[in-house]
């Protein structure tokens, strides 16, 4: 809400605002995108050197755009919008002004009503997402706009991004006859890059492969990345029919019976239609097995009711894509979402973790009723940098309500809070440390 922030944490802080009051329709990743392209989060010095933009800002909004938020004879949809933005968020669109567009979030919004505007909707996949910016967007109107600079900035940040999650990971594949070959191949293009980029440092990982019967790819004994790759690598299609009963079956089996147990637990399934005799009581045993469950459905084949199922229900956790090529460009947001998992601390526990520059660690403890938290940052290599908030999951640089500048820090306990997220941010190339909370 500064006039003038700028970086990837105001980014995405403020992406986290407009997606929490779901008034728009998924735009497969299209906004954060865009912030990049238009003005590298707003670190790009052009951005606000312009002197014909009145109100340069992170996603561009300039007067043109600006007026189709604020024209009702041609859009008069937008009188709901109005209501439901002073509903939730007590924001008045009305009485804003071009120069409103320096707030992140209102620009943020802006962005997204003048794409719910344009009727056109939002391709999934980057190529067409770089057509989609180039031809209603950036420059309108400006033929000579390169939609190639779209997709080389966005997978020069995106293909980079890596990180080392504290998780037990079990992929599920559907390799049933329904799937084209070239899908598959798709899907195990895509897996090798999630691979290639999830670091084992901290955490294990396995492969199950299924169609009329499941079978064991790799288990959490292999624990060579470069193995893995390459059976990901040299993976055959079974091209029989759909039990995705026993895949989810063989995931808690291997789960159960893992002798290093990471506490984090979650399988991943990918398939293109529906089991052929249902998926319990599979599902129901890898829910009371505490294992966390991801679902991505491909293509028209997919049962609503089925893929909500597998992920216990929790509409978050479940994904649909019309085709396999679209994958792709979900690949950024899949890895944040792994190596985004909170980890819960109690008091006088030691939690031991390594790092690399930027990588951000998420944690929650429990506030004690009376007094506070000291919370004791041991370090071993590197540096670090920390935050806090009480009704922020994820806090940063751009949300938080204090940072952790002293160690130990005390965190003052808050009444109207049971629990406090803290947010420990990697500063050098290798960093390794311990975290302990302890109630005072």
């Known amino acids: 809400m500064v006039p003038g922030s700028i970086g990837q944490d105001v980014v995405e802080a403020s992406i986290a605002k407009v997606n929490q009051i779901k008034l728009f329709a998924d735009d497969s990743g299209f906004l954060f995108r865009l912030a990049l392209v238009?003005?590298?989060?707003?670190?790009?010095?052009?951005?606000?050197?312009?002197?014909?933009?009145?109100?340069?800002?992170?996603?561009?909004?300039?007067?043109?755009?600006?007026?189709?938020?604020?024209?009702?004879?041609?859009?008069?949809?937008?009188?709901?919008?109005y209501y439901d933005l002073a509903d939730k968020y007590d924001i008045d669109?009305?009485?804003?002004?071009?120069?409103?567009?320096?707030?992140?979030?209102?620009?943020?919004?802006?962005?997204k009503m003048f794409l719910h505007l344009n009727g056109q909707p939002i391709p999934e996949t980057i190529d067409?997402?770089?057509?989609?910016?180039?031809?209603?967007?950036?420059?309108?109107?400006d033929g000579n706009v390169d939609a190639d600079t779209f997709v080389q900035e966005v997978h020069k940040l995106e293909d980079l991004y890596e990180c080392s999650p504290h998780i037990s990971l079990c992929y599920v594949l559907d390799g049933s006859g329904s799937i084209g070959s070239s899908d598959f191949q798709l899907a195990k293009q895509f897996l090798y890059n999630v691979t290639d980029k999830i670091s084992s440092e901290n955490g294990q990982f396995c492969l199950v492969l299924f169609s009329s019967d499941a079978q064991t790819i790799y288990d959490f004994t292999v624990t060579d990345k470069t193995k893995r790759l390459n059976k990901i690598k040299d993976l055959i299609q079974?091209?029989?029919?759909?039990?995705?009963r026993a895949g989810i079956q063989k995931t808690v089996d291997i789960m159960e019976t893992s002798i290093n147990q990471v506490p984090y637990k979650t399988m991943f399934v990918l398939t293109d239609g529906y089991s052929d005799d249902g998926v319990q009581p599979a599902v129901s045993n890898a829910q009371k097995a505490h294992i966390k469950s991801w679902v991505w459905g491909i293509g028209d084949g997919v049962k609503d009711k089925e893929l909500n199922e597998i992920a216990y229900n929790i509409p978050d956790n479940v994904k649909q894509l019309t085709k396999y090529s679209s994958?792709?460009?979900?690949?950024?947001?899949?890895?944040?979402?792994?190596?985004?998992?909170?980890?819960?601390?109690?008091?006088?526990?030691k939690f031991d973790d390594t790092s690399v520059q930027n990588e951000k660690r998420y944690f929650s403890i429990d506030l004690p009723k009376t007094g506070a938290i000291s919370l004791t940052i041991q370090l071993t290599n590197g540096n670090t940098l920390g935050y806090y908030a009480y009704s922020t999951p994820n806090p940063s640089s751009a949300v938080n309500d204090g940072q952790l500048d002293t160690n130990p820090y005390n965190i003052p306990g808050q009444q109207q809070h049971s629990q406090v997220y803290v947010t420990i941010v990697g500063q050098g190339p290798n960093n390794v440390?311990?975290?302990?909370?302890?109630y005072i």
């Open 38 to 81: 238009e003005s590298k989060f707003g670190e790009n010095p052009q951005t606000f050197a312009d002197q014909t933009n009145k109100s340069p800002n992170i996603w561009s909004i300039d007067s043109q755009k600006f007026r189709e938020t604020k024209d009702i004879q041609k859009h008069p949809e937008l009188l709901q919008l």
């Open 327 to 349: 994958m792709d460009s979900y690949l950024y947001e899949f890895k944040k979402t792994l190596c985004d998992e909170i980890i819960h601390l109690i008091d006088g526990q």
């Open 238 to 244: 079974p091209d029989m029919s759909t039990n995705t």
């Open 93 to 111: 669109w009305q009485r804003l002004d071009i120069y409103d567009m320096q707030r992140p979030l209102y620009s943020a919004l802006a962005s």
């Open 433 to 438: 440390y311990s975290i302990t909370p302890t």
């Open 128 to 141: 067409d997402q770089a057509q989609y910016w180039k031809q209603h967007y950036t420059a309108i109107g």
